[in-house]
């Protein structure tokens, strides 16, 4: 397993824990402080932990969805608490022109949101 934590004002404030193999990192088990919600810790720490994966090779991120066949890792899952459900995935392939256009516009659109989150007051 490998560590991410992460710390305001010198206190931690989120933690995530990936269970990794040289060709897949699992997203295994993460938490937060409440307190720190409006600070997006957990943001930081999956886009940390993505980063981490790619400089070391690893080529496929899991978020811990269990798969037919592994039956250990779901029912260390289930004695968590969770529950089984249904989840639809759905794949969207675009054409060459979209997708050149998105990522011209994506930098763009992200420091737009980053600016406007600046700014932003929290719904009490």
């Given at each position: 397993?490998?560590?991410?934590?992460?710390?305001?004002?010198?206190?931690?404030?989120?933690?995530?824990i990936l269970l990794v193999s040289p060709r897949m990192a699992v997203?295994?088990?993460?938490?937060?402080?409440?307190?720190?919600?409006?600070?997006?810790p957990m943001n930081a720490l999956v886009d940390a932990a993505i980063?981490?994966?790619?400089?070391?090779?690893?080529?496929?991120?899991?978020?811990?969805?269990?798969?037919?066949?592994?039956?250990?890792?779901?029912?260390?899952?289930?004695?968590?608490?969770?529950?089984?459900?249904?989840?639809?995935?759905?794949?969207?392939?675009?054409?060459?022109?979209?997708?050149?256009?998105?990522?011209?516009?994506?930098?763009?659109?992200?420091?737009?949101?980053?600016?406007?989150?600046?700014?932003?007051?929290?719904?009490?």
């Amino acid at each position: 397993g490998v560590s991410f934590a992460a710390t305001h004002g010198g206190r931690p404030v989120g933690l995530i824990i990936l269970l990794v193999s040289p060709r897949m990192a699992v997203y295994w088990v993460a938490g937060m402080d409440a307190q720190a919600a409006g600070l997006r810790p957990m943001n930081a720490l999956v886009d940390a932990a993505i980063r981490w994966c790619h400089g070391r090779g690893i080529s496929l991120f899991s978020f811990g969805e269990s798969v037919q066949g592994r039956p250990g890792l779901v029912r260390f899952k289930e004695g968590w608490g969770p529950t089984r459900a249904t989840n639809t995935v759905t794949l969207r392939t675009y054409r060459p022109w979209v997708q050149r256009t998105w990522r011209v516009l994506e930098p763009l659109a992200r420091r737009g949101y980053a600016t406007w989150d600046r700014w932003r007051r929290p719904l009490d």
